[in-house]
């Protein structure tokens, strides 16, 4: 599918400069990129702001199931919080256990979690997470 947009709309996409709510939702099952930058003065009348061509290519296999993705959606939105909303669905022994059986390093500091570890602890929460 390619979309027409505002460029910063389409970096939140595809996760520039990191990822956004908007990005891990779409991750687990479109790879996402943008494929051409078009000047303004290809639209007439010109547009305000900077446009590009989305490109998102849905993955053959999805990273979870897809019965999962309105979980997932509310996993996101209540871990954005901060890692505060995320010891509201696991207990900080549990992230760090989880992460560590992935090989996958602690949250650091900043807070800034990758998508790997937000899959993995979605996944931890599906099995043993707070209910």
């Known amino acids: 599918m390619w979309l027409i947009m505002e460029k910063g709309a389409a970096k939140r996409f595809c996760r520039l400069p990191k ?10 099952f479109f790879n996402s990129k943008i494929i051409w930058y078009f000047n ?11 446009v590009v061509m989305l490109e998102l290519k849905r ?10 993705e309105r979980q997932y959606k509310n996993f ?9 909303g995320l010891y509201r669905l696991l ?5 760090s256990v ?3 059986l992935e090989k996958l390093p602690p949250i650091p500091p900043t807070g800034d979690i990758s998508y790997v570890q937000w ?13």
């Open 19 to 28: 990822d956004s709510l908007s990005s891990l939702t779409l991750k687990p």
């Open 91 to 95: 207990t900080p022994k549990q992230i």
């Open 59 to 68: 993955k053959e296999k999805f990273d979870i199931p897809f019965s999962l």
């Open 119 to 131: 899959l993995c602890l979605f996944r931890c929460w599906c099995k043993y997470g707070k209910k």
């Open 76 to 84: 996101l939105e209540h871990g954005k919080n901060g890692v505060r």
């Open 98 to 100: 989880a992460l560590k």
């Open 40 to 50: 303004r003065q290809d639209f007439h009348p010109a547009p305000k702001v900077d």
